[in-house]
């Protein structure tokens, strides 16, 4: 005789799922700029966040970890910008200037030194909501689905800002890869979208196409769950409807597993896009 579960007992179970899927959501990262339109020369304060709706906090990310924190104007010339960080002060985790007009790209990068332990039911569920399906499938291949698995982890962020007017006929950095292990590039610049629109992307990892990631587009006004979610095709290709105003985030996730003789499982980066509607 099978025995049922009391609905209590159900109901418990469906807040435990739903709290590790908020759970696992904390994970995103970005970056979030005091305004993504700015004068320029102006000095522009920033948090570094982590999380959404009720999990969304400043991240406590020390600054020994942050390796690459830049901004790319046309010139393509990177500035480097490390010396703005200041993460964990009182209101804010550093600032920048944007000195010459246009449309530039921040770029910050972690290391991977950050490293978490999931017990098996908590990892199942995190590469299910996040799309991780070849790690999954290789869990359930290798009769892994009930071992406890540890990650190391890297961040990877970029931010789309405007300093002063736009002008659509002025080269921009945002449309190229910047070698990040895991990025995402926009076909265009956000801010010459006209509304209603489309904006196209294309996700890399390690340099090639991902196909099969999951990418996710979040209204940072209202940022309990992503307002659209698309799969990359063969060319690692998405595309997404333009908002019509607001904060938005753009966000993936990949991981790949690691030799049997490494010090963690899988090795995970995380990446995000953040811009303005202008």
Known sequence: MKIRP?????????????ATACRVQAHDFWVQPQAFK?????????????????????????ASRIVRFQALGASDAAVDSREGLHPGD?????????????????????????QSHLPSVRF?????VEGLSPALERRAREHRM???ETEIYSRHAKVIMQAGT??????????????LALEIVPGVNPYAVPRPGALPLQV????????????KLTNLDHDESPVEVHVTDGAGGATFAFPASGQWLLNVIWTRALPADAEADYETDFSSLSFGVL
Do not use: M, W
Not at 90 to 114: C, M
């Open 204 to 215: 890399l990892y390690q340099g090639r196409p991902l196909s099969g990631a999951t990418v």
């Open 166 to 179: 736009f002008d659509p006929a002025a080269p921009t950095a945002v449309t190229k890869p910047v070698g």
């Open 38 to 62: 700015v004068v320029p020369g102006q000095l522009v304060p920033f948090t570094l966040q982590v999380g959404h709706g009720p999990y969304r906090q400043r991240s406590p990310i020390p």
């Open 6 to 18: 009391s609905s209590k007992a159900r109901h418990a179970c469906a807040l435990l799922l739903l």
């Open 146 to 148: 009930d071992v406890d």
């Open 124 to 128: 199942n569920d995190y590469l299910k």
């Open 90 to 114: 009182v209101s804010a985790d550093g600032q920048f200037r944007l000195q010459a007009p246009g449309t530039h790209l921040l770029v910050l990068e972690t290391d991977n030194r950050a």
